[in-house]
């Protein structure tokens, strides 16, 4: 069974410039996540969905940051414009539904020069 | 909300020794712990995981220990080998996956 996959693997771009990230969770989880890791940090929680649902989007910053899941399955993420402090790794998890273990993807690396 | 603290931020031990890793939670309707090991460049991945329900569990060489009174939960690690070398971040949350909140993580290092 395949995990949870994430493209691109790195992105470079120069600020002010969009960047979005793909993801596809592993199927049949329902509950999807996106998390930043900042270096030497430990994931921090952007947004999760329950299906389509935005059901907790309390730490996306959303003058900039805005993210869908269509059909309730692959969902993106996107950056714009971005700006130099946005550098980090973007995590994708999901989870069976919102009780269950949580399965992270590889992550995009994206830096911003 | 909740916070989580992890110690300590590096750990270097021999190869074959125990290493432990300490993580203190401040909800006390936290319930439900899990470890992660993230290698160099890898994603994060679930190693062991513990509910509040009981006070241990086992995985071969892997252990966690809860202690609900103190707050705080453990990682221990025996017979240490090198391909245990990694980041390892504790968590903790109030329901499952979803409100899972991260320590800063540790980096541990196995000596040959």
């Known amino acids: 069974e395949a995990g949870v996959v994430q493209s691109p693997r790195y992105k470079i771009i120069e600020k002010k410039q969009p960047v979005a990230f793909w993801c596809n969770p592993i199927?049949?989880?329902?509950?999807l996540y996106w998390y930043l890791q900042n270096l030497g940090q430990g994931p921090e929680l952007l947004i999760r969905y329950e299906n389509e649902e935005a059901v907790d989007d309390s730490q996306l910053p959303k003058d900039r940051f805005s993210a869908e899941r269509l059909k309730g399955v692959d969902s993106t993420l996107k950056i714009q414009p971005a700006e130099l402090g946005d550098s980090a790794v973007y995590l994708c998890?999901?989870?069976?539904?919102?009780?269950?273990?949580?399965?992270f993807g590889s992550g995009t690396q994206l830096s911003v020069l | 909300g909740e916070n989580v603290e992890q110690h300590p931020s590096t750990l270097s031990v021999q190869e074959g020794d125990s290493a432990v890793i300490k993580c203190t939670y401040s909800d006390s309707a936290s319930n439900y712990f899990p470890w992660y090991k993230q290698e160099l460049g890898k994603r994060p991945q679930l190693i062991i995981d513990i509910r509040s329900n009981v006070g241990e569990k086992k995985d071969q060489r892997i252990a966690v220990t809860l202690n609900k009174t103190a707050k705080h939960f453990s990682l221990h690690i025996t017979e240490t080998q090198p391909e245990d070398s990694a980041v390892y971040f504790c968590?903790?949350?109030?329901?499952?996956?979803?409100?899972?909140?991260f320590g800063q993580g540790t980096r541990l290092t196995i000596n040959p």
């Open positions: 199927s049949g989880h329902n509950t």
């Open positions: 998890a999901s989870s069976l539904n919102r009780d269950g273990k949580l399965f």
């Open positions: 968590a903790a949350s109030i329901a499952g996956a979803q409100k899972l909140v």
